[in-house]
């Protein structure tokens, strides 16, 4: 499927709704995407590929900025302008996750930037929560919407305050913030509970279900962290809600799934990809040239 809005190209990409846009023709104008509705198109898409525009990182932020009320940070990366940070994560492959899906600070909105990419490899994974629920056996099904899953962390003093001073904006100082502070800046409804330890680290669990609704939709997409990365930050521990473990076979089972109905984006220099992070897990193939250089960014969307 190929439909032109404007001067923008929209390409159905992969097996899935995911839609690259391209110029339709003639030179690139990155300022049209400020207003190309991006935000709706990823509603029905739930990742897009925006590939031949070109643009610098001072570009990248300002679209960030253009459709998002608010930015958040992870904490353990350096700040690329005012909303894009380095993704450095190691060279092994990542798996299945929701950014921030483990904490009660998931953002809307996920954007990749590739400021080089790889010669080899290396590519991002995208795996829609919708064809993951709708594959899932009735059996993992029932386990799943039986009760939410329970993350538990534990997160070093300087991490946590400066996640929640950037959240609290930029009069906030991060040696001034308080643990209460958090359940104000936590995303609405989260159920989470915090707690400080003695060397002022915060230990916090957070109870969410595996498969729910999205940003915009009432469809239950299975999108959760329960394959995600620990790179900069102790494992989390996993558990349902009552305490159990999950099934040895229920987790054979989505693994396998998972993978059945992942997609890779394979990067070109000046690439963008932004997902919904409601919906769209996304992981990584293992670096093989450590040259490749991919800035993100995760915000709320306006709307």
Known sequence: MTLTQNSL??????????LAITPAGGEADFTELYQAGLDGLLADAGHLLIRGFNPGVE???????R?????TLDPARTFHGDAAQKVDSGHDPIGLHLENGATPFAPDLLWFYC???ATSGSETTVCDGFRVWDALSDRTRKVFTAQPVKYSRNVPREMWQRLAAHLAGESHHPGRMQVSSLYALANEGADVTFTEESDGSLTYTYTVYAAHPTRWSTRTAWANSLL???FNYEAPEIRFADGSAIPDDVIAEYS???????????????DIVLIDNSRVMH???AI?????TILNAQSYNRS
């Not at 570009?59 to 900025?65: A, G, K, M, P």
């Not at 459709?67 to 930015?71: A, D, G, I, K, Q």
């Open 228 to 230: 995600g990365p620990s």
């Open 256 to 270: 396998q799934v998972t993978e059945s109905v992942t997609e890779e984006v394979s990067w070109e220099d000046g």
């Open 283 to 285: 992981g990584r193939r």
């Open 288 to 292: 093989t040239d450590p040259d490749r």
């Open 67 to 71: 459709y998002s009320s608010r930015t």
């Open 115 to 117: 400021v080089r990419a």
């Open 59 to 65: 570009e990248f932020n300002e679209l960030v900025q």
């Open 9 to 18: 190209r929209l390409t159905a990409i992969g097996s899935g709704d995911g």
